[in-house]
Nanobody, 116 residues
Framework: QVPLAESGGGLVQAGGSLNLSCTAS????????MGWYRQAPGKQRELVAIIHSAGTTNYADSVRGRFTISRDNAKNTVHLQMDSLKPEDTAVYYC??????????WGQGTRVTVSS
């Protein structure tokens, strides 16, 4: 398991923006996938967006066009720019690191609350 440090959650009004960041500590395999999942109260954890070290991305339909994922491989960091936020985006957002042959590493979670 690789320690992941998340930042950037908070409270925002509907239509606003937030930027989440996640940094993996130590040495990680250069070929990997990093990204974000979220879990709303009473719901299962779901994919938000992931990005491979080669740059390919995958988004949940519910956030495509509003959220943008990016990464800095040199800094082992992934960012999630969230625009046009909706109350239904309210959840705890978890950073994930997936390396070949290893179990996924998860962050502690950062809370995002969008008020209507």
């Amino acid at each position: 398991q690789v320690p992941l440090a998340e930042s950037g959650g908070g409270l925002v009004q509907a239509g606003g923006s937030l930027n989440l960041s996640c940094t993996a500590s130590g040495s990680i395999f250069r070929i990997n996938t990093m990204g974000w999942y979220r879990q709303a109260p009473g719901k299962q954890r779901e994919l938000v967006a992931i990005i491979h070290s080669a740059g390919t991305t995958n988004y949940a339909d519910s956030v495509r066009g509003r959220f943008t994922i990016s990464r800095d491989n040199a800094k082992n960091t992934v960012h999630l720019q969230m625009d046009s936020l909706k109350p239904e985006d309210t959840a705890v957002y978890y950073c994930v690191l997936q390396e070949p042959g290893s179990e996924s590493s998860w962050g502690q979670g950062t809370r995002v609350t969008v008020s209507s």
